[in-house]
């Protein structure tokens, strides 16, 4: 089920409010998207944790509804993370 | 804790490395599944694969065993590592080449 990038959007900034969220829609079918998202929040996270923190703000969607979202999770003015 | 998760324990565990995938190596179902063998077979390691189409309740199992919600999950040393983007950062980083103690 198709979902707009805009939604995504609004969902992620609802949980992480001082996400930077840039979204591509990769096939431009509403299905298949790439998000980055830079938040201060994942400081000292690891990838899999700023990835789950992603996760939790979709509710569950991903893997679900959103098939098909690549993401890149960052913090701001670094190189992604350390473990 | 239930059978799927105590069957994924197991094969987490007896595996040094372990793809749970859709499809095969040779026959990915998916494209984060395609892409996670790609970067597997670009590092030149040695890994098993399981194919959770075969199996629902593996499918289903696994994303409660690592809270991860989506296919494909690498494994290494029994801990989980991530899906294929997280798979892509590392190798890009070369973190995935220590990871899994290949030369390549």
């Given amino acids: ?83 | 804790m239930n059978d799927a998760q105590s069957r994924i324990g197991d094969i987490v565990k007896s595996n040094d490395i372990v793809l749970f995938m859709k499809g095969t190596a040779l026959f990915p179902q998916c494209g984060f599944s395609s892409r996670a063998i790609a970067i597997l077979d670009r590092l030149g390691a040695t890994y098993e694969t399981v194919d959770v189409l075969q199996d629902a309740d593996i499918r289903n199992g696994i994303k409660e065993y690592s809270d991860w919600p989506t296919i494909p999950q690498l494994y290494v040393k029994g801990e989980f590592v991530g899906g294929s983007d997280i798979m892509m950062e590392m190798y890009e980083s070369g973190e995935l080449q220590q990871l899994v103690g290949a030369d390549a």
Avoid: C, W
């Avoid at chain 1, 930077?20 to 000292?44: K, N, P, T």
């Avoid at chain 1, 959103?66 to 701001?76: I, N």
């Fill in chain 1, 1 to 83: 089920m198709p979902m707009p990038a805009s939604e995504i959007e609004r969902l992620i900034k609802a949980s992480i409010p001082d996400a930077e969220v840039s979204i591509r829609d990769l096939a431009g079918d509403g299905d298949h998207y790439a998000a980055r998202v830079v938040s201060r929040s994942f400081a000292g996270l690891s990838r899999i944790k700023q990835h789950q923190a992603v996760y939790t703000a979709l509710g569950g969607r991903v893997g679900g509804e959103l098939h098909a979202l690549q993401l890149e999770t960052a913090v701001p003015n670094t190189e992604t993370t350390s473990e």
